[in-house]
């Protein structure tokens, strides 16, 4: 069959194909329709409709009625009625505590005196008149803390400043009257804390020797201007001693090892005011036995 002849043959069948179509379809009009809307119909109802109506889980939940928990309430009971009884307790000490603060207050402004041109027994009778107070009320201390027998490291922190300002005090007192060192037993014995649990505590005592090592430099140059040229030797003798023995302690990173830090400062202004009264001459002759100890 040649090509034309080919071709013309098939254009003829798609015209017969295409008429049979279109009277198909003008014939049966209504049959294509419902086929056509069933294809696409119902996928759209199925995505469109809305979901059934379901249950609510919050309304059908019912909490749990409370059971009742006697061993949880006694516990709680126990514990409000401790924490009651700690809390009575430590207001009672606290009020000691401040009578303690208020009476060492009064002794540490009677020592202020020994910066003035003073009699030193008029300074020191005034002082010693509250070290008595003081130590009567750290006897009511000890009677309340008798209440709570093994816990005294846990109210301790409640005079533990007051203690240390007390044996600043103390110290500085001692070393007016003597020039010496007052000991940890020599402090507790004026405090009458050497009995029984209720003592004086070691980092206590230390941090008071440091609290009065503050007031050395104000008291050399004071006494310098009265024409006291020997009290710079004195001082430093004393500060040296005292801090060669603090460094045989192994000190920590504390509140303690912060106040040892500070000492050598004041031994350093004690050490100016020396060495300007020595080079000025009016440091008074050594002897060889002070030369050899200073």
Same mark, same amino acid.
């Given at each position: #069959?040649?090509?034309?002849?080919?071709?013309?043959?098939?254009?003829?069948?798609?015209?017969?194909?295409?008429?049979?179509?279109?009277?198909?379809?003008?014939?049966?009009?209504?049959?294509? &329709?419902?086929?056509?809307?069933?294809?696409?119909?119902?996928?759209?109802?199925?995505?469109?409709?809305?979901?059934?109506?379901?249950?609510?889980? &919050? &309304?059908?939940? $019912?909490?749990?009625?409370?059971?009742? *928990?006697?061993? #949880?309430?006694?516990?709680?009971?126990?514990?409000?009625?401790?924490?009651?009884?700690?809390?009575?307790?430590?207001?009672?000490?606290? *009020?000691?505590?401040?009578?303690?603060?208020?009476?060492?207050?009064?002794?540490?402004?009677?020592?202020?005196?020994?910066?003035?041109?003073?009699?030193?027994e008029d300074v020191l009778g005034k002082a010693k008149a509250q070290v008595d107070v003081i130590k009567g009320l750290y006897a009511q201390l000890a009677e309340v803390l008798k209440e709570c027998p093994g816990q005294y490291y846990r109210y301790h922190g409640d005079w533990r400043s007051?203690?240390?300002?007390?044996?600043?005090?103390?110290?500085?007192?001692?070393?007016?009257?003597?020039?010496?060192?007052? #000991?940890?037993?020599?402090?507790?014995?004026?405090?009458?804390?050497?009995?029984?649990? @209720? =003592?004086?505590?070691? $980092?206590?005592?230390?941090?008071?020797? =440091? @609290?009065? *090592?503050?007031?050395?430099?104000? @008291?050399?140059?004071?006494?310098?201007?009265?024409?006291?040229?020997?009290?710079? /030797?004195?001082?430093?003798?004393?500060?040296?001693?005292?801090?060669?023995? @603090? /460094?045989?302690?192994?000190? /920590?990173?504390?509140f303690l090892r912060k106040k040892f830090d500070g000492m050598k400062y004041d031994l350093r202004r004690v050490e100016e005011v020396y060495y300007d009264v020595k080079i000025r001459g009016l440091a008074p002759v050594e002897s060889k036995q002070e030369a050899a100890q200073s």
């Open positions: #069959m040649r090509p034309a002849a080919a071709a013309a043959t098939a254009t003829a069948a798609a015209l017969r194909l295409r008429a049979a179509a279109a009277s198909l379809s003008a014939t049966h009009p209504a049959r294509l &329709a419902p086929r056509r809307a069933a294809l696409l119909l119902p996928p759209l109802r199925g995505f469109c409709s809305p979901a059934p109506p379901r249950a609510s889980a &919050a &309304a059908d939940y $019912e909490p749990p009625s409370r059971l009742p *928990s006697p061993v #949880m309430d006694a516990q709680f009971e126990s514990f409000r009625s401790q924490l009651d009884e700690s809390s009575t307790l430590r207001d009672r000490i606290r *009020s000691v505590v401040s009578e303690i603060e208020s009476a060492s207050r009064v002794a540490s402004a009677a020592l202020l005196l020994v910066h003035q041109p003073v009699p030193l007051e203690t240390q300002a007390v044996v600043s005090m103390l110290a500085f007192t001692h070393w007016l009257e003597t020039g010496g060192l007052l #000991m940890h037993a020599e402090a507790q014995e004026k405090l009458g804390l050497s009995s029984g649990e @209720f =003592c004086l505590d070691v $980092e206590d005592y230390l941090t008071g020797l =440091c @609290f009065m *090592s503050n007031e050395f430099p104000r @008291f050399v140059v004071n006494r310098v201007t009265a024409g006291d040229y020997d009290c710079p /030797r004195k001082v430093l003798s004393f500060l040296t001693d005292l801090h060669a023995s @603090f /460094r045989m302690l192994n000190l /920590r990173n504390d």
